[in-house]
């Protein structure tokens, strides 16, 4: 078995696993409350979290792990999972289809494994180091775009603090593109890492926010890093890209200025 190949069948089993709890939550009917940072939350959140937590230890029980919701576990190993059990939460008790839960591993500092589910949308991606990244069995790639006028933008967060170092820039940017879309921070990324969209910016966003994503879009062939160009998870904000538009992406984040007129 190759490096991270059994880490990555654990992943995709217990992401999936997590997303058909927190269906039976929704079905039942779910009520949000506000966290200490008002981002909300649901019994659902708890349950998927928890029920994540204890599949890992039984798993791996030298490894650490980070939830949203709460888990922290030192690491016995230098290996630890990052975990949100339900990414886009606002979208869960909406109801609407653009929620995922994300688990990622972190080994020595570097994300080399992770899954992604949509379950609304039919949609897991997995990816390992050196094993390639994957949509639902097919090995995916990011597009080969290279030109700004024909390709699609997801921006995730236009009411979000982290805009606020390049409001006066992003729209004049933005028009530049083809087309701009904003489905939600990690479907948006999933686009991305599968050539369906071709530039991602998430002005806001924990590591439990990231850590699939980045190691997805990596072993699709695509940039992932933090929006001063750091390769972490832990910067506070990320984009991903196809290659040839990570100079379009730079253009944007080094005409950073003072917030627009009107804007607090």
Not at 54 to 69: K, M, N, S, T, Y
Not at 108 to 127: K, N, S, T
Not at 228 to 241: K, L, M, R
Request: net charge negative; proline share 5%.
């Amino acid at each position: 078995m190759m490096a991270f190949e059994r880490e990555v069948e654990v992943a995709k089993l217990i992401a999936q696993e997590a997303s058909a709890l927190a269906l039976d939550y929704q079905r039942r009917g779910v009520t949000a409350e506000s966290k200490y940072d008002e981002s909300p939350v649901t019994a659902a959140d708890r349950a998927c979290e928890k029920m994540i937590v204890e599949a890992i230890a039984r798993e791996f029980p030298e490894d650490g792990v980070l939830g949203e919701e709460g888990a922290n576990r030192e690491a016995r190993n230098g290996r630890k999972w990052i975990i949100d059990p339900i990414d886009g939460t606002r979208d869960f008790v909406r109801n609407l289809p653009l929620w995922a839960v994300l688990i990622g591993l972190e080994q020595d500092g570097e994300i080399v494994a992770g899954a992604a589910h949509c379950p609304r949308q039919g949609l897991l991606l997995w990816a390992g180091k050196g094993l390639g990244a994957w949509a639902n069995g097919t090995r995916i790639q990011v597009s080969g775009q290279t030109d700004q006028k024909n390709a699609v933008c997801c921006f995730n967060g236009f009411q979000k603090p982290g805009i606020l170092r390049f409001s006066n820039h992003l729209v004049p940017w933005l028009h530049g593109f083809w087309a701009v879309r904003c489905l939600g921070g990690a479907v948006d990324c999933m686009m991305v890492a599968q050539g369906i969209a071709d530039v991602w910016i998430e002005p806001n966003a924990a590591p439990w926010d990231l850590a699939p994503l980045k190691i997805v879009t990596e072993e699709a062939g695509g940039r992932f890093a933090s929006l001063d160009g750091q390769n972490t998870i832990y910067g506070g904000n990320a984009y991903a890209c196809t290659p040839r538009l990570e100079r379009c992406v730079q253009e944007l984040l080094k005409s950073q200025g003072p917030p627009a007129l009107g804007v607090a």
